[in-house]
């Protein structure tokens, strides 16, 4: 089911905060996909059509792939699963290294999972810039 990203609903919105591993998937530079998984925050009211946001080491292969499709960003998705619940958000990744872009996505992190990372100095964010948005929640 298609969902507005600025937009998505209560129920969308909830399954989003709650507790729950994600995968991110990217693009590796001979094409194919590299899937992992990951903590993930998501944003509605981000950006243009909402932002998701995933801390990670900057020598990571989901960093690596990203850079690799160069300055206009990388297409990506982000997922997460439950029972019969999903939800999946797609868009345009590029990797940020800001000291206060990683330290609110730090935050939003630590709200999310009820834990604060142990502090890391080659930590970045991938900032997706969200396109899409579906599921069922």
């Not at 919105?13 to 993930?40: K, M, Q």
């Not at 206009?72 to 939800?87: I, P, S, T």
Request: one cysteine or more.
């Amino acid at each position: 089911m298609a969902i507005d990203p600025s937009k998505p609903g209560d129920s969308y919105l909830a399954f989003w905060r709650e507790y729950r591993i994600c995968t991110l998937t990217t693009l590796r530079p001979d094409g194919t996909p590299h899937v992992v998984a990951v903590g993930a925050t998501y944003d509605p009211e981000g950006g243009e059509k909402g932002i998701a946001r995933i801390i990670t080491n900057k020598n990571s292969r989901k960093v690596a792939n990203v850079l690799a499709a160069g300055p206009e960003g990388a297409r990506v998705a982000v997922c997460q699963v439950e029972g019969g619940r999903w939800a999946t958000l797609e868009g345009v990744a590029r990797i940020r290294t800001e000291a206060e872009v990683v330290a609110d996505a730090v935050a939003r992190y630590a709200a999310r999972y009820a834990r604060t990372p142990t502090p890391n100095p080659d930590r970045v964010v991938i900032e997706i810039a969200l396109t899409r948005a579906m599921g069922r929640a």
